[in-house]
């Protein structure tokens, strides 16, 4: 037999065939596609819960008819009389009386709906003191909600979680098993079949995670009307979804890489990907040059919607946000892809030393 | 160093400060080779290291000229029946073997071929569609050495490979290991138990914590050991009846039942009296009676090792 007869391709794919199978249905790791797909499940029930509220404003619209140029009228100051002979009687009326320091107020709190937003107006002493309109969904304001979603708990917790479940498993996972040495005594550089089992795990990562992408999107757009969606498509749409189903794919490769490193060179790997959860934590603080040393950063630089940290992010925590500009798009896939190759350079020069010592695992 | 030989020169292990293998320095040639000693003896470490699971803190290794850092080329040549009985999970005994020829880079239909040959070879055709999850023991063993052989090596290392085998099937097993060993390929077995291979081997090498006490021909020590009873343990589905037949034996000195029931434990002072007698069982099949598997179970094996260490001279 000569060195001719092996196909390095074929070697490759012979690994991923074996790895695939362990990958998509080892049950050590159906808690991953609850990471995957437990968002767009919560999703879904966000989109049934508008749209039976959507039904309900409906029906009381059709009990209690107001238009919505009537709605936008009240005005502060307004009497109860003149919001009651705008709108008509409201669907919901509370009326309490409240004990204060010199005398009392009487309250009253009315709800409309024209069937799309609801409008709370609240009365004191029969005049309009506050009004607080509350809007249905629409689709800018829940791609901002997607866009926060996707990088602070997508991101950052499931693909990152998934990604240390699949890939530190792929050589860990085996030692554990006490069958690595199956692939270690066939005739194929550890180069290669370092690269087969990142393959194997790269493809379930992005077939797992993408596939919850498109599902979180599918669902979050499900209770639109077909011409809003329509339109949200022909608009930024399509470019927004290629954006982070292919953020997505690149967050499994950066992780992916990480973790199956950790795999190799760590007996517990809880550990590195602590570390690394904290490191990516506390990127948005790092000084420009060290923020570079990361996934998330070059991820947030590709994700079409950017999401400003919380509000209610203390004052002094916002002092401390480091506002380095995210690089362009070429740039940020360049980068990506640097400390991806680099952090598998190590893992194949620790493959390369890679001992069967299972007594010790 | 020889490139026909598998050749040990000067080489230690060490797994932190506890020792594996030292200052060993051996040259194998073809044929059977037996690597024998009492369980933590060195054997296992001598034949990871010999197919690059393992590598030497000091010393040099070739395989047929080749260094076990080079598997690209090593692994074509060398196939390792080892001591795990773990493989990557849900796949049938043909898809085992099958996907293991697919590591070689070989296309379908020679990975077809080859692994269905392997498989007819250790008479596993009728089990190959099943998961090796349901293995026996035995089948675990064969469907093992299947895959040590489905390439046609020039180097067999295999670790403890008749244990667990029935009678027929450890005939069989060992037919083929002359058979190979007669193609002109090295054989090297393992085994705790000096009987189990004295008789096969054409160069026995004892080790003993680590260290190789003697290599060579020692077929002579066997006879001066057979006043020591030797203790195996046989599983069958009629235990009871199997002890009350050996026992009629007048070299079984003693026949119990195994505190799981489903077993016997045989002592015999003499080994091929024993081994005949059991062939005979076996083959005849007599009252019903199902040899499952075979194990050497001699407690004693380390005072055998002491004997011998003391009688050959340790180096």
Known sequence: MTEADGSWRTQIAGVMRLELRKSFFSRRGLWIYLLAFGPALLYLIHAIDVTRDHEHRQALLASHPVSSSALHLIRKDMTQEQVEELLGEPYLKNEFHQNGRRRGQDFAIYHYTDGESDLTVVLADDAVVNINEQDRCNLTKDSAIFATVFQFFYLRLAVFFGCVGIFTNLFRGEMLDKSLHFYLLAPMRREILLAGKYLAGLSAAVAIFTAGTALQIAALSWHFEPGQVAAYL????WHDIAAYLGVTALACAGYGSIFLAAGLLFSNPILPATVVMLWESINIFLPAALKKISVIFYLQALCPVVAAPESDTPALLKVLISSTEFPPRWLAITGLTVVMLLVLGVAAARARRLEINYGTE | MSDDCVVFDNVSRFYGEVLGVNRVTLSIPPGITSLVGPNG???????????????????????????????????????YSTQFDSFPRGLTGYQLVASFLRLFGFDRAKCDRLARAAIERLRMGEAADRKVAAYSKGMRQRIKLALAIAHDPRVLVLDEPLNGLDPLVRSETIALFRECAAAGRHVIVSSHVLHEVDQISDQVILLSNGYVVAEGQIQGVRGEIQDRPMQVLIRSNRPSLLAARMFQQDHVVEARLAEDGGAVLIKTRDADRFYRALNVLALDGIDGIDIEGVMPADDNVNSVYEYLIGGEGSR
């Not at chain 1, 022909?234 to 749409?237: D, E, H, K, L």
């Not at chain 2, 470490?45 to 260094?67: E, K």
Request: proline share 7%; hydrophobic share 35%.
């Open chain 2, 41 to 79: 003896s060195g054997k296992t470490t001598l034949m990871n290291l010999m197919a690059g699971l393992v590598r030497p803190t000091r010393g040099q290794i070739r395989v047929l000229g080749i260094a076990p850092d080079d598997p690209q080329h090593l692994c074509r040549m060398l196939g």
């Open chain 1, 234 to 237: 022909q608009g930024t749409g």
